[in-house]
């Protein structure tokens, strides 16, 4: 971790400058060395090519049929962040900017394939024609609902109508007897 603080004061000025002149590509003496042996590794032999495509190395690939990790952990992916400017580095689900291609020396343009989707959480009625059965209570809410609502709105009317009803029962339930 020091070696990599000590190279990143060392190449800020050098940052800087690069974007201030050239925002189009990025020239390997600013990237991180990790990404810049990475390149190296992947473009041997083929330098004279004008353009090449290489899988994005913070994100998983999928090269000969079934899915590879990301070449460069989070963890990773996070102290590059910190030590080098976001614009420089590859997208990533902590890094989701648009990729700057990178221009190497003998005038080859890396770009990064692969490009970051967020994971979409689907809820459990997602593919289903019918909802799941839930308990009795759950699928008679709504009508009741709107029942107890109705009657609600009647309740004042219901009361007084209650109030007479039990004064009216009260007064025939007297006897006419003074005993």
């Given at each position: 971790?020091?070696?990599?603080?000590?190279?990143?004061?060392?190449?800020?000025?050098?940052?800087?400058?690069?974007?201030?002149?050239?925002?189009?590509?990025?020239?390997?003496?600013?990237?991180?060395?990790?990404?810049?042996?990475?390149?190296q590794r992947s473009i041997a032999g083929r330098?004279?090519?004008?353009?090449?495509?290489?899988?994005?190395?913070?994100?998983?690939?999928?090269?000969?049929?079934?899915?590879?990790?990301?070449?460069?952990?989070?963890?990773?992916?996070?102290?590059?962040?910190?030590?080098?400017?976001?614009?420089?580095?590859?997208?990533?689900?902590?890094?989701?900017?648009?990729?700057?291609?990178?221009?190497?020396?003998?005038?080859?343009?890396?770009?990064?394939?692969?490009?970051?989707?967020?994971?979409?959480?689907?809820?459990?009625?997602?593919?289903?024609?019918?909802?799941?059965?839930?308990?009795?209570?759950?699928?008679?809410?709504?009508?009741?609902?709107?029942?107890?609502?109705g009657r609600l709105e009647?309740?004042?009317?219901?009361?007084?109508?209650?109030?007479?009803?039990?004064?009216?029962?009260?007064?025939?339930?007297?006897?006419?007897?003074?005993?």
């Amino acid at each position: 971790m020091f070696g990599l603080s000590r190279r990143m004061f060392s190449t800020t000025a050098r940052v800087a400058n690069q974007i201030a002149q050239s925002p189009a590509h990025v020239t390997p003496d600013v990237l991180p060395p990790v990404l810049v042996r990475l390149i190296q590794r992947s473009i041997a032999g083929r330098e004279d090519a004008k353009s090449i495509d290489l899988p994005n190395p913070f994100l998983p690939s999928k090269p000969n049929g079934s899915w590879c990790p990301a070449w460069i952990p989070r963890r990773r992916q996070k102290q590059l962040l910190q030590l080098y400017p976001a614009h420089l580095l590859p997208p990533s689900p902590i890094n989701p900017v648009e990729p700057v291609p990178v221009q190497w020396p003998s005038g080859t343009v890396i770009n990064w394939v692969g490009e970051y989707k967020p994971k979409e959480y689907k809820s459990i009625y997602a593919n289903r024609r019918q909802l799941f059965k839930g308990h009795k209570r759950e699928r008679e809410r709504a009508e009741r609902k709107a029942e107890v609502d109705g009657r609600l709105e009647t309740m004042d009317a219901r009361i007084a109508e209650w109030k007479a009803e039990v004064a009216e029962n009260k007064a025939n339930s007297r006897s006419t007897l003074p005993f």
